[in-house]
Structures are given as structure tokens and as C-alpha cells.
């Protein structure tokens, strides 16, 4: 292949250079575009063709449904790693040692207490708000709190902040739900591996111990994992994008809790489930939803159907299916949504529009089923989603802020009127 682009424009021909990832990706690389063409830019809407950055984080192939974390498969890691090591992985780009490990977890238990303070900013949401838009405020907040910024040129302060987030960030999960349920808020115990001191902050009674169910442990850190990162997603870019103006870590990551609670988007868990039990309230009638998917006057979506780059099938929606399975079985949970849901995907396997379309079940179609028989309730699941992205956030930031990239600023075609004269408000 030749290791340059030949464009014309308007009679005049400019070569720009190929640029190959390790995974045999191509991309023209347009930086100097705008300058050698006196004003030429591209127009990307929704950036379908756009690559924001060279990136060592994520690998996903969307024909062949690979997903790779730095060169880890996402089957291999659900099967095999835990949450934190996954979350070490993404952000340093190694697997811990056990020493690393232990001194990442204790590092994070260090800072997992959150200023008092913050309990009255919880206190102040009615307890109706969206659990995502507390989260996200709160997550803002800490900013607030941790007043000082992030030297990037030093790995120590950087470091003290990533562990900072992974520690306090469950303990507002936790918060955002109990203070929803009426629940005192407390904080976590240290003596607790990451994800079981998650679900015992979020579901302790004040009255009664809480007891372990390692189904559930097992299968939040399968979730988390499969959830861990996704490479420029929506809420991804807007984490680099948000943290390319040199803002902090926390209000960097806000931005992408704010992106993530779209129905587009992380979103999407919750619309599924409610899709699922309005289809069940409806009769249970499959072929009624299909069709209305497919009507271009209907502007019914089947959520969980879909993805911008996964044109074959979504890796972790299959890992999600045959784990959905299991720990329903396991914890003797029948879900009659588990089986619409099952009934759905098989027409749409053979139904024209959806394969045309390639559209498949993405991550979020069977995610839901699994934390709702895990007892999470409806509106905390893209929170659950949030808490597992946390990590590929982190690890993005970090990577956009040592590589030096420049602020986030695209450009636009303007197609408003052109100059014209003020009228003072009696002429109009
Ligand atoms: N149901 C019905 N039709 C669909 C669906 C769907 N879920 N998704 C896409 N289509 C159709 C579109 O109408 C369009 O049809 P057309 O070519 O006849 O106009 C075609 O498929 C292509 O769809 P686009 O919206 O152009 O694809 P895009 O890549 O922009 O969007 C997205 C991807 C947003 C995920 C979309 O498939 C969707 O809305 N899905 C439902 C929401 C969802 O599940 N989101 C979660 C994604 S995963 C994640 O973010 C964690």
C-alpha cells in the first residue's frame, strides 16, 4: 500500500501521509490539511470516519467482534481477572504484580473516605432526582473538596488522584442509592475486596449483617470488567475532550457521566428494561415491537440493538447472554423479560431489516436482566455502568494528558445567513 493519500481539490492535488496502527488500521493523517489547502477541512457529523487520537488502551475490531484491553481479549479478562486488576491493567498498561496489586487496592481503601461535607450536598437532592445526575454532580463536587489540580508531569500526583476517584466514587454510588432508598449513609469497610465492599455499602441494612453472596460478587466483577473500557466512545471523548482544556481528573470525568446517561448511549440499560417490561405489560407480543422498530413513522427503537462499530456481533453482549443464564439460574431467579428478551433477538437474527442493518444485541440488552435479579434497581443500572467505565476514563485522561494532545476543538462548515445590516427593533 502506498504510505500516501493523494487528494484533489479543485484542480490542485495534495498528498498526505498514511499512518498504520499495530493492528493493521489505516487512517490519513489530515493534521496539516487546513494549512496546505488554504482553509480545506473535513465534515464528519457524529465523527463516523474520524480517529481523535493514536491510542494504546483499547484494540476493537467492529466486523470481527474483538475487544481487546491493552492486547488482553475480553473473554479471557472476564474469565479470568478481577475488577481491579482490569482497572490497573487499563490505566498503567500492565497487569499488576500481586505486590502492585495489594498496594493499588490499599492505596485506593486509603482514600475512600469522602469529606462529611458532601453528605449535605447528598442531603439536598430530592430523593425523585435521577441517580445519574447526582453522581455526576457529585463527582463534580469533589473538585470542591480536593481543591488542588493534577500536576500531569508528575506520575505521583498523578497517581494519588487516580486512586483517590477509584476510592471515593463507589462510596457516592453507594450514597446516590441509599439516600434514594432512605438509607443512612455510610462508608465501606476495608477489609473488603473492591467490588464485595461495593455491594455491602450500597445494600447493608442498619439493622442486620449483610450477607455475601459470592454469585452476586462474581458476577458485578464480570460486569465491571466487561464494562471497563470501549476505546472513543461518546462518553470516552468527552472525558479527553472535556480533559484536553487541561480542567481536573473529577471534572474531566463528570462530563462523561453526564455523556454516558444518554438512552443512546449507557443510557440504553435502563430503556432496555423498561422497553422489556412494557413489552411484557403490553401481552408479551414480540412481532407488535419488531414491527414498530422497523416503521421510519415510528420513532420507537428496540434499545439494546445496535452500535456504531460492532457491525457483526458485540463481544461482551454474548459474554453478558450466556452469563445472564447462568446466575439467574444460579440464584433460582425466573425472569419472564430474560425470555422477551431471548424471543426479540431471535427475530431480529432473521428479520431483513436487522441483519441489512447489521444491527446486533449490544452490551446493555442483556446487562439489565442480570442486575435486576442481582437486586439493583432500574434507574442505578448506568450508574453500575459508570462505576465500571470509571477506569477506561481514568486511563484515557491519562493517556491523552502524557501524550501532550492538544485541546479538543473541531472545526464546522457555517451555513448561517452572511453579513447583514442591524435594524433597530422599530424597523423590524
Ligand atoms: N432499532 C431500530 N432501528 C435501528 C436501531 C434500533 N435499535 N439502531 C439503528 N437502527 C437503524 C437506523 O434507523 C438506521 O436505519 P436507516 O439506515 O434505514 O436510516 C440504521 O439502523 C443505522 O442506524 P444509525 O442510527 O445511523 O447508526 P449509528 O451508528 O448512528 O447509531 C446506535 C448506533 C446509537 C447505538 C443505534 O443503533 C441505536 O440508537 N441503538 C439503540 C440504543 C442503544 O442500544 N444504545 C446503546 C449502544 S451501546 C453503548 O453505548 C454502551
Given at each position: 500500500m502506498s504510505d500516501k493519500a493523494t487528494i484533489e481539490i479543485k484542480g490542485k492535488t495534495y498528498e498526505f501521509p498514511i499512518i498504520e496502527g499495530t493492528e493493521n488500521e489505516v487512517a490519513i493523517d489530515i493534521k496539516n490539511l487546513r494549512s496546505s489547502t488554504e482553509g480545506v477541512i473535513t465534515l464528519d457529523p457524529g465523527y463516523k470516519n474520524t480517529g481523535s487520537c493514536e491510542s494504546a488502551i483499547t484494540f476493537l475490531d467492529g466486523e470481527k467482534g474483538i475487544l481487546r484491553y491493552r492486547g488482553y481479549s475480553i473473554e479471557e479478562l472476564a474469565e479470568k481477572a478481577n475488577f481491579l486488576e482490569v482497572a490497573f491493567l487499563l490505566i498503567f498498561g500492565e497487569l499488576p504484580t500481586k505486590e502492585q496489586l495489594e498496594k493499588f487496592h490499599a492505596d485506593i481503601k486509603a482514600q475512600s473516605v469522602v469529606d462529611e461535607d458532601v453528605r449535605k450536598i447528598v442531603d439536598a437532592f430530592p430523593k425523585s432526582a435521577h441517580p445519574m445526575g447526582v453522581i455526576a454532580s457529585l463527582t463534580s463536587a469533589l473538585t470542591a473538596f480536593n481543591p488542588s489540580s493534577v500536576n500531569v508531569n508528575s506520575e505521583e500526583d498523578m497517581y494519588k488522584a487516580i486512586v483517590k476517584i477509584l476510592g471515593k466514587f463507589p462510596v457516592l454510588v453507594a450514597w446516590t442509592f441509599r439516600k434514594k432508598n432512605g438509607l443512612p449513609l455510610d462508608y465501606g469497610d476495608k477489609n473488603l475486596g473492591y467490588v464485595e465492599n461495593i455491594l455491602k455499602m450500597m445494600?447493608?441494612?442498619?439493622n442486620e449483617d449483610y450477607l455475601f453472596n459470592p454469585i452476586v460478587i462474581n458476577a458485578l466483577d464480570k460486569l465491571l470488567i466487561l464494562h471497563a473500557d470501549h476505546e472513543q466512545n461518546c462518553s470516552t471523548s468527552t472525558v479527553r475532550i472535556a480533559g484536553s482544556s487541561h480542567v481536573g481528573l473529577f471534572a474531566s470525568l463528570s462530563t462523561g457521566i453526564s455523556a454516558l446517561w444518554g438512552p443512546l448511549h449507557g443510557g440504553a440499560n435502563q430503556a432496555v428494561l423498561e422497553m422489556l417490561e412494557a413489552i411484557k405489560e403490553d401481552g408479551g407480543d414480540t412481532e407488535k415491537y419488531m414491527a414498530k422498530a422497523k416503521?421510519?413513522?415510528?420513532?420507537f427503537r428496540l434499545m439494546g440493538f445496535g452500535h456504531?462499530?460492532?457491525?457483526?456481533?458485540?463481544p461482551r453482549a454474548k459474554i453478558i447472554k450466556k452469563a445472564a443464564d447462568e446466575i439467574l439460574n444460579d440464584l433460582g431467579v425466573e425472569d419472564p423479560i430474560l425470555n422477551i428478551a431471548k424471543a426479540l433477538e431471535q427475530e431480529a437474527l432473521k428479520d431483513p431489516y436487522f441483519v441489512d442493518r447489521k444491527l446486533y444485541p449490544n452490551v446493555d440488552f442483556y446487562s439489565g436482566i442480570i442486575y435486576r435479579a442481582m437486586g439493583i434497581p432500574t434507574d442505578m443500572f448506568t450508574v453500575m455502568f459508570a462505576l465500571g467505565r470509571l477506569p477506561g476514563w481514568i486511563a484515557q485522561w491519562r493517556e491523552m494528558r502524557l501524550n501532550n494532545e492538544p485541546i479538543g476543538r473541531p472545526r464546522q462548515i457555517y451555513v448561517g445567513e452572511t453579513l447583514r445590516s442591524f435594524k433597530t427593533i422599530d424597523k423590524r
Open positions: 445494600f447493608k441494612q442498619p416503521d421510519k413513522e415510528d420513532p456504531r462499530v460492532y457491525k457483526n456481533f458485540d
